[in-house]
């Protein structure tokens, strides 16, 4: 009897589970029908071809009732319930994911790579709890953040999102203790973030590849308790720090390791320095490691052997002995508090800032950290030291408190072979001696120590130099000026502004300062504001080359001769000299005449008389000189077409102010404190302020009438014993008070 009661109950639950089974079929293919609704819906659409077997007819019987299963192509199903398990389309799907697949209980795998999915990532797939594998790869519109609860999935094995619009890094709540991920691959998409330190949760890990997902940040160092892990590829991102030193684990379990095109720094770890050595490939080529690499590296067909930086298409780290001397420079002068110093806590030289190296060697070739709140010292070594950086071509330190250069140490290999060009320390706080050393440089052609507090010169100097500027000083020097015999190659001669300099320039100068071919090279030369005396030299005019001499403010006295003036000169300035006489001639090439607070005793008419052809003449400075007299020549126009500004104020100008066809080409013009006389032509009482020209014609003897805009006093004679400071008349302003 029993064994029929059992056999019955048996048959009823056969009968009951047959139409429940074809429930769950019939729901599961309404389910796939919802990929084919429109896009305006917010689901999927189905458009290949190759999926029309999904609208057909159902089969007649006795077909099965989970027929889909055989005839619907991308859809897999459990052998023994023959509910669905698995959908695999590609290339056949647009639009957004329907979300209805979420109720496709048995779903394991979800495989719709290479796809036109667009739109965020659906937060429904954390509530398939037996999703195994969920593959969206190469869905380029496919955007939004990963939801940290899908790695909660208890059976989640899976998850490609390479080639997708996936943002937002990968989340640290995302995996979890025992989770029983095994491949995560966020290849070539915009990820971003950091590799999370709670990734080392994922103790099943065998399949690691997040290489150009613009990643940030260190390697956890933890990776290296994931036993699993047989291929990692973090290649092509951002990440930084040293290499991780478990990478030199000889029992190390991994297989690959990519960690090229990286921002990693630092030395190249000891464990490399031997080909072999490693148990597993390691590519690390193209990272920021300081140089020299080990010798076995080599280009190779294969990147996976190869670490020469030579095949990188950037700039590497630079050498690790030339980031310690750079280091030296950080700490002794206050490296902390300057201005810019990105890029000075790695050895890196190449990549800190105001440093440029070498694009062949990768050597450190230029530093230029001017204007930067340099404080303290230089290491000798940086400047004086070939061994240390002996590529270096250019150092610029100006602008910056900087007070010393330390002592040298010969141990470092002191200048032989030195490639250094050009030195600015200019704009510092040195003082003492200039330093003997600069004239050892075997290649040092630019020595600018303008505006320190330097007090003597040095024994001798570089026979190369091309440029010397040791203005805004306090040198104490007698000078005959034969330090500079041999100084073949000599452009730039700036001495201004040192008090303490004095001696005479010889008047055989431009007899010696050019090389055995007679050949010239300076262009500029600058003694103003000096103790130089004697009479101007009568050899200048040989030196063919010059184009911008400066003694003002000097002690020279005398007369200027024909010779006074080089032939080629473009600015010549002569003022406040015990000079007098008339002006020497000028040559066509002159743009620039100040000869201002001199004795000379001239007229602008003598002027252009002597210097007929001044073409180019741009300014005309000749202010607070009583020995100019005479009028203002109606001729000026002609001899001196080009000329800019003139000023003659404080002279012993007469007569009237010539019509404005004298003064067509002027912008400036100051014509005050002398003797000129009414009428005030028409384009200074028609003035207005859309005119080009302004000027100063204050002080002078006028009388009414008088422009509109300008008061009595400016035109009314002087009173004063002294001239006061000019009134410049413009329109809508008054005059200063005098």
């Known amino acids: 009897m029993k064994p029929f009661i059992s056999m019955l109950l048996l048959s009823i639950l056969y009968l009951y589970s047959v139409p429940s089974y074809a429930d769950l079929f019939e729901d599961e293919r309404a389910i796939l029908l919802s990929l084919y609704d429109d896009n305006i819906r917010g689901s999927s659409l189905l458009y290949s071809r190759s999926y029309d077997a999904w609208l057909a007819p159902a089969p007649s019987p006795p077909s099965p009732p989970n027929y889909h299963c055989y005839t619907w192509p991308g859809v897999n199903c459990s052998t023994e319930t023959g509910a669905i398990t698995g959908l695999d389309i590609s290339q056949a799907m647009r639009g957004i994911i329907s979300p209805s697949i979420a109720n496709l209980s048995s779903l394991q795998h979800i495989i719709f790579r290479n796809n036109n999915l667009f739109g965020q990532f659906p937060l429904f797939f954390t509530t398939i709890y037996s ?79 997040l290489y150009f997902a613009q990643l940030e940040g260190t390697v956890p160092d933890c990776i290296d308790n994931l036993q699993n892990l047989r291929y990692m590829d973090i290649s092509h991102n951002f990440l930084t720090g040293s290499l991780p030193s478990w990478f030199g684990s000889h029992d190390f379990h991994l297989g690959l390791v990519n960690v090229e095109f990286n921002l990693f720094t630092g030395r190249v770890p000891a464990w490399l320095e031997q080909p072999g050595i490693l148990p597993y490939t390691l590519a690390w080529r193209c990272n920021r490691l300081c140089l020299p690499y080990p010798e076995w590296c080599v280009d190779s067909n294969s990147h996976y052997l190869s670490c020469n930086y030579t095949s990188c298409p950037f700039q590497q780290a630079g050498y690790c002995d030339e980031a310690d001397v750079l280091f030296e420079l950080y700490d002794s002068s206050s490296g902390p508090l300057w201005s810019s110093r990105d890029g000075w806590g790695v050895p890196a030289p190449c990549y800190m800032a105001g440093i440029t190296c070498n694009e062949t060697n990768a050597r450190v070739q230029t530093i230029n950290l001017s204007d930067n709140n340099m404080i303290g010292t230089i290491p000798a070594r940086v400047i004086f030291a070939s061994a240390s950086l002996p590529s270096l071509s250019s150092l610029d330190v100006s602008g910056n408190s900087l007070r010393s250069i330390s002592p040298l140490n010969l141990s470092y290999g002191f200048v032989d072979g030195s490639l250094l060009m050009a030195i600015d320390i200019s704009r510092n706080q040195f003082h003492g001696q200039i330093y003997n050393e600069f004239s050892l440089l075997p290649s040092l052609q630019i020595l600018n120590i303008s505006f320190n507090y330097f007090s003597a010169m040095p024994a001798t100097l570089n026979t190369q130099l091309r440029v010397i500027d040791f203005s805004w000083n306090n040198i104490t020097y007698e000078s005959n000026f034969l330090i500079f015999l041999g100084l073949y190659e000599l452009t730039w001669l700036d001495w201004s502004h040192n008090e303490g300099i004095s001696g005479v320039i010889p008047d055989f100068i431009g007899l010696f300062i050019h090389d055995s071919n007679g050949r010239y090279t300076l262009t500029y030369f600058d003694v103003s504001y000096t103790r130089i005396s004697g009479s101007p030299p009568s050899t200048l005019y040989l030196i063919t080359s010059l184009q911008y001499v400066d003694v003002s403010s000097t002690l020279m006295s005398g007369v200027f001769i024909n010779g006074s003036v080089p032939r080629n000169v473009q600015t010549f ?15 066509p090439s002159l743009l620039h005449l100040d000869v201002s607070r001199t004795s000379l005793s001239t007229s602008l008419h003598d002027i252009l008389v002597t210097s007929p052809n001044l073409v180019n003449l741009l300014e005309l400075h000749i202010r607070d000189t009583p020995g100019l007299a005479g009028t203002l020549p109606i001729s000026m126009p002609v001899s001196w077409p080009s000329l800019q500004i003139l000023d003659v104020a404080g002279c012993n100008i007469t007569g009237t102010i010539p019509s404005y066809g004298a003064f067509r080409s002027l912008v400036h013009l100051d014509l005050s404190r002398n003797s000129l006389i009414s009428p005030v032509p028409a384009f200074i009482t028609d003035w207005t302020e859309e005119d080009n020209l302004m000027f100063d014609i204050s002080c002078n003897n006028f009388c009414v009438p008088l422009p509109s805009w300008c008061n009595a006093s400016v035109c009314a004679p002087c009173m004063f014993e002294s001239a006061p400071p000019p009134s410049v008349c413009r329109a809508g302003q008054e005059p200063r008070d005098r």
């Open 131 to 209: 999703l195994v594998t969920l593959d969206l790869a190469t869905n380029l519109y496919l955007n939004g953040t990963i939801p940290s609860l899908l790695g909660h999935l208890p059976h989640f094995e899976s998850l490609y999102l390479e080639e997708t619009g996936i943002t937002g890094g990968l989340p640290e709540g995302f995996f979890v203790p025992g989770m029983p991920l095994q491949r995560l691959s966020m290849f070539k998409c915009v990820l971003g973030g950091t590799i999370p330190n709670s990734i080392c949760h994922a103790s099943n890990l065998t399949d690691l590849a």
């Open 573 to 587: 300035k002569a003022t406040d000299l015990k000079v007098y006489g008339t002006l020497p001639p000028f040559p």
